[in-house]
C-alpha cells in the first residue's frame, strides 16, 4: 500500500512540477536572448528607394545619397541618423499617417515641421534644420 500511495502522490505532483519546470526555461536566459530596454528612437532602415509605410530622408536631392535613405516607421521619436541630421535634402512619406521633423535650436527651443501622408519632397527646404522626427504632434515646440 506504502508504494502505491508514493506513486499516486507523486502523479498527483507531475503537472506542478512540470508547470514548474515549463516556467523555468521560460525565464532562463538564452544565449540569443537581448535584454528588454525601453528606448524613445524607433528602429530605422536603409533605403534606396522610399519604403511603403515609412517616413525616409536622403542627403541629397531626388531621393539620392551615401548610404540610401534613413527611414523611420512611427514608433516614438528618433534622431537621426548622422548622414541626414541637419543634411536630409529630400524625404519622402510612404504613409497615409502624419508626422513631424523636430529641430533642436542653440537656446534650448523647438520647431516642428509637418509631414502629411503622402507627402514628398525632392529638394527640401528644411534640410539644414532636421534633427529627428516623431508620430505625435510636440506640445513643447512652435511650428517652423
Not at 23 to 35: F, G, I, M, Y
Request: charged fraction near 20%; proline fraction near 6%.
Amino acid at each position: 500500500m506504502a508504494a502505491r500511495y508514493g506513486w499516486k502522490s507523486a502523479r498527483m505532483r507531475l503537472p506542478a512540477l512540470l508547470l514548474t519546470a515549463a516556467a523555468l526555461l521560460v525565464a532562463a536566459p538564452s544565449a540569443t536572448a537581448q535584454p528588454l530596454v525601453r528606448t524613445t528612437s524607433a528602429p530605422a532602415v536603409e533605403a534606396r528607394a522610399a519604403l511603403p509605410g515609412y517616413v525616409c530622408f536622403w542627403s541629397e536631392p531626388e531621393e539620392h545619397g551615401a548610404g540610401g535613405g534613413w527611414c523611420y516607421n512611427g514608433t516614438g521619436y528618433a534622431e537621426a541618423e548622422t548622414r541626414v541630421k541637419r543634411h536630409a535634402k529630400s524625404f519622402s512619406n510612404q504613409t497615409q499617417d502624419t508626422f513631424y521633423a523636430l529641430h533642436f535650436q542653440r537656446d534650448g527651443g523647438c520647431l516642428y515641421r509637418t509631414i502629411y501622408g503622402g507627402d514628398y519632397s525632392a529638394n527640401w527646404e528644411w534640410w539644414e534644420k532636421f534633427d529627428g522626427v516623431q508620430r505625435g504632434k510636440p506640445t513643447d515646440c512652435q511650428p517652423g
